[in-house]
């Protein structure tokens, strides 16, 4: 059943694609998918001092999920996921702040958000963590995420759906994501 929902979504997939006004970074090497977007949320302070307010200029990355979920479904073990997962960003990320560098709103951008119920380990990525105020959007955004949860979990993690899984943001400054993942930083 998995595998035929897979297929679905992987034909629905280019439909949805072209109406997000979302851009390929890197169609064959980057998992994300990225819009400049203006921020609506509360206020935001980042611990390197960068204040995320309503109508910032903030660069809207968006997992490529079909992908991901074609590379990881052979994958019987969580945690494996889960590295899999990892290493697709830490890849990507480089290619976001190449994006922004080079983007003619540069100056414009305070930093990257995402939406993810994937937000366990996103701190080691160099990423801050913060919970969606709104319960309306944030069970919006569960019901949203429902199906790649569903076709992304092992049929023993089942149970384990509803907890820890509730989407949150994603946030990193422009700054920071320059210092972590720059091609001309010297590591």
């Known amino acids: 059943m998995k595998q035929h929902l897979l297929s679905a979504w992987m034909v629905l997939d280019p439909l949805y ?3 997000t006004r979302l851009t390929y970074l890197d169609e064959t090497n980057n998992i994300f998918r990225v819009r400049l977007t203006k921020y609506k949320g ?8 960068t204040r995320i307010a309503k109508n910032d200029v903030l660069v809207k990355i968006h997992l490529h999920n079909v992908r991901l ?7 019987k073990s ?3 996921r889960a590295r899999v997962i ?30 993810t119920t994937l937000c366990k380990g996103a701190e080691r990525l ?4 913060f919970s969606i105020s709104n319960p309306f959007y944030n069970w919006l955004k569960w019901v949203t ?10 049929g023993n ?3 384990r759906l509803g907890k820890k899984t509730l989407p949150g943001y994603l946030v990193m400054s422009k700054d920071k994501l320059k210092l972590l993942y720059s091609s001309t930083h010297e590591k």
């Open 126 to 129: 160099g990423f801050e963590v």
């Open 69 to 75: 979920l074609r590379d990881i479904y052979p994958i």
């Open 42 to 49: 509360r206020e935001l302070l980042l611990s390197d001092g």
């Open 157 to 159: 993690s089942l149970q």
């Open 145 to 154: 995420f429902l199906p790649i949860l569903l076709l992304s979990v092992n």
């Open 86 to 115: 990892y290493q697709h960003v830490l890849r990507s990320l480089p290619g976001i702040e190449t994006f922004i560098q080079s983007h003619k709103r540069s100056d414009e951008i305070k930093g990257i958000i995402g939406i």
């Open 78 to 80: 969580d945690v494996r």
């Open 17 to 19: 694609f072209s109406c």
